[in-house]
């Protein structure tokens, strides 16, 4: 019961990381984007569909809430201000889904509201994932830091790193969703966004081996680690080449195997800890009980179907967004 519900929280983060990321990445892009239409455009391409993708989020919390209740405790502790800035981001971007095409006077405040929002969401879950590879202050398993323990220069780098890959992952929707001017500008922008996502990757492993951080054994003990960049170069080099053709489905599917491939690193790097390394996945779990109380709700009905809304979502809404986009 303990591997389900383990497999259930990597699905529903790994969903959320890939849903959520790439219209966190459309919102980034939308900052720069130039004139009301191509506005309009790229917010008609994440709007039918952004709400049911941070359902992952909240579904990633209950679990980790009902099946690793100190593990959840732990992280909440450590993460406080980041996740209030990543949820008032997530705030600002669905406000400004439902004002920024109804409002009269002062639009720019939510296109501030929906790309800032976009932004500082991003950031903060990728400054996290930093804290987390860098290590928490825990004593006994609880958290024995400050407000800001989570905040350090490697953390920042991974936030910054982050908005990079969900802006190229958004790039790549648009260049599925959108045709004219606005597909053309996201081909061009795939290459760059490339270029700067493996810049900060590489700053990020030279900080990891000066800094000499724990993550990096695992790399030496379990050598098969290596396949995971080795499919990132493999599907990086296939993205240059349907860029280059200009493939209009490929290049999203190859990015998100590079997320893919990015996550199972993590994964596979951290197992069998859920708090890298110091909090393992059978300390940290709920007992057996509550763990088949929750299988026979959330995991035998309510998972299955969440996965089947999402799919039939994205069949419904699988068109592209057009040259006169509705209004959202």
Known sequence: ?????????????????????????????????????????????????????????????VVLWGAFPSVYATLFSAFYLPLVFMLAGLILRGVAFEFRNKA?????????????????????????????????PLLNGNYAGGECSWLSS??????????????????????????????ARAFRLIPTLSFASLAVLAAVLVFALNENLQVLSRWL??????????????????????VRRRREREPFYLVAATFIAAFGSLAVSFWPYMIPFSVKINDAAAPHSSLSFMFWGEGLFVLPLMLLYTAVSYRVFRGKVGSSPALY
Not at 8 to 26: K, N, P, T
Request: charged content about 10%.
């Open 104 to 136: 009269r006077h002062l639009p720019w405040v939510w296109d501030v509201c929906f790309s800032g929002g976009s932004l500082v969401a991003a950031f903060m879950q990728g400054s996290m994932v930093g804290a987390l590879v860098r290590g928490l």
């Open 221 to 242: 003990e379990r050598p098969y680690l290596f396949a995971f960049p080795l499919t990132g170069v493999v599907t990086g080099v296939a993205l240059a080449l349907s």
């Open 1 to 61: 019961m303990i591997t389900f519900w383990v497999s259930v929280l990597a699905l529903s983060i790994l969903l959320y990381v890939l849903l959520d990321g790439f219209d966190l990445g459309v919102g980034i892009l939308y900052g720069f984007a130039g004139g009301d239409r191509a506005r309009r455009a790229m917010m008609s391409a994440v709007a039918p569909v952004w709400d049911g993708n941070e359902t992952w989020l909240v579904v990633s919390g």
């Open 154 to 183: 490697f953390a920042v780098l991974c936030g910054a790193g982050l908005c990079l890959g969900y802006a190229l992952l958004g790039a790549c929707w648009l260049v599925r969703k959108s045709d004219g001017d606005i597909q």
